[in-house]
Nanobody, 115 residues
């Protein structure tokens, strides 16, 4: 069974950076799309960024130019580099792996940005 585990969250001051990692048990080469989502208190979960197996990326307007998603198929890991963090980026960040017939979610990692 595929398992997804996020890491790298924490507390950072506004303007700082964090790098989130998403480790997938098994090969992520079979995962057509890897994505990062976030959910802030009282808000719906939203897509932050996604990357296809071919390397095509998609970003929420609110993070364009600040966040970068990448994937290392050899390491079965996806990453989210977050720069110029803002207090409104505070949320639980979830990794999502989509195969042809299945979707897998991690448990999430907390990111808190202080002003």
């Amino acid at each position: 069974q595929v398992q997804v585990a996020e890491s790298g969250g924490g507390l950072v001051q506004a303007g700082g950076s964090l790098r989130l990692s998403c480790a997938v048990s098994g090969s992520i080469f079979s995962m057509n799309v890897m994505g990062w989502y976030r959910q802030a208190p009282g808000k719906q979960r939203e897509l932050v960024a996604s990357i296809t197996n071919g390397g095509n990326t998609n970003y929420a307007d609110s993070v364009k130019g600040r966040f970068t998603i990448s994937r290392d198929n050899a390491e079965n890991t996806a990453y989210l580099q977050m720069n110029s963090l803002k207090p409104e980026d505070t949320a639980i960040y979830y990794c999502n792996a989509k195969a042809s017939l299945s979707i897998y979610w991690g448990q999430g990692t907390q990111v808190t940005v202080s002003s």
